[in-house]
Nanobody, 117 residues
Framework: QVQVVESGGGLVQAGGSLRLSCAAS????????MGWYRQAPGKQRELVAR???????NYVESVKGRFTISRDNIKNMLYLQMNSLKPEDTGVYYC???????????WGQGTQVTVSS
């Protein structure tokens, strides 16, 4: 089974930027679409961005214009560029296939993002 490892999180002030990376141990071609999920404290995990193999992207309204998702199917990597961060972006970020994909993998440990006001 393909495993994923998320990285790139940290503590940042509001208005700052972070770039998250998701490294897969094998091909991510079958994870179509693939996405970034966020679990805020005390809340359920939610999908915030997804990207297809063809490059089509979708975002939850709260991150539109600030986050950019991308994938590299050669390197088996998924990225999330996060700009203009807000305190409400705080949470643990995970990568996995997104709804519509025929295949999913087990959840990684995620990467913590904390945005201070």
């Amino acid at each position: 089974q393909v495993q994923v490892v998320e990285s790139g999180g940290g503590l940042v002030q509001a208005g700052g930027s972070l770039r998250l990376s998701c490294a897969a141990s094998g091909s991510i071609l079958s994870f179509n679409p693939m996405g970034w999920y966020r679990q805020a404290p005390g809340k359920q995990r939610e999908l915030v961005a997804r990207v297809t193999n063809g490059g089509t992207t979708n975002y939850v309204e709260s991150v539109k214009g600030r986050f950019t998702i991308s994938r590299d199917n050669i390197k088996n990597m998924l990225y999330l560029q996060m700009n203009s961060l807000k305190p409400e972006d705080t949470g643990v970020y995970y990568c996995n296939a997104a709804p519509g994909s025929l295949r999913y993998t087990s959840w990684g440990q995620g990467t913590q993002v904390t945005v201070s006001s």
